[in-house]
């Protein structure tokens, strides 16, 4: 059994400078870890960044994507109010044409009526309303003498010539037309006249020459 000297401690083992620098491997091995752990942070940095990137390019498609389909939904509702709004005063105009078209028949026999002299006391005020009325719905009356004749609007009950015309004229309104907006409820029934066929007819070249020839040479020579 060994016995311990009194008054000196056991130290520990210390490596020694000499040591170190005997072990030059352990010390190349240490700095070698010491980068290889600083250069994985670097990595994972770029890396990070990189999916950043990605998310925030995903953001912005998936945004104008959105953006795109929220215009499509405002273009769509547009033409809807206005599809709509354009049936309601169709069908609006349609429903006063159907009414109005039943009191035409009373409306020519006011007409008439005033044209005679026979409208008056009561029954004018009631003709005048009535009149009125009809128009804030929207009735419009259509048809002069003396405008040119047109198929779409005008129908020809009577048919005859005159020389002082140069165009199919409706020469007499036998009976007014109506219209709501641009829907017409009844045609112009008028009487209309064209020119004279002879008016109109044009003689060719050599008549004309022939004719500026005689009064040249004083008429055409008696045989």
């Known amino acids: 059994m060994t016995e311990e000297t009194p008054g000196f401690e056991k130290k520990p083992d210390v490596p020694s400078d000499t040591e170190s620098a005997g072990n030059p491997d352990g010390t190349a091995r240490a700095e070698s870890a010491d980068k290889a752990g600083s250069a994985p942070a670097g990595d994972d940095k770029q890396a990070q960044d990189i999916a950043l990137t990605a998310q925030l390019d995903q953001a912005r498609t998936a945004l104008t994507e959105r953006t795109a389909d929220l215009q499509r939904l405002q ?76 198929p779409t609007i005008h129908e020809a009950l009577m048919h005859s010539y005159a020389p002082d015309v140069t165009e199919t004229t409706c020469v007499a309104i036998l009976q007014p037309g109506y219209r709501i907006g641009e829907r017409t409820i009844r ?37």
């Open 187 to 223: 045609p112009a029934r008028v009487a209309v006249a064209e020119p004279q066929p002879g008016a109109q007819a044009t003689k060719s070249p050599a008549e004309e020459d022939a004719k500026a020839s005689d009064e040249e040479s004083g008429g055409p020579e008696e045989g």
């Open 75 to 150: 273009a769509e509702y547009q033409n809807y109010r206005r599809r709509v709004e354009r049936d309601r005063v169709a069908v609006k105009e349609i429903a006063a044409a159907n009414l109005l078209s039943e009191l035409l028949p009373i409306l020519d026999d006011i007409g008439r009526a005033s044209e005679h002299g026979e409208l008056v006391g009561g029954f004018k005020s009631v003709a005048d309303s009535l009149e009125t009325t009809v128009a804030k719905l929207g009735l419009q009356q259509f048809g002069k003498e003396g405008e040119p004749f047109d």
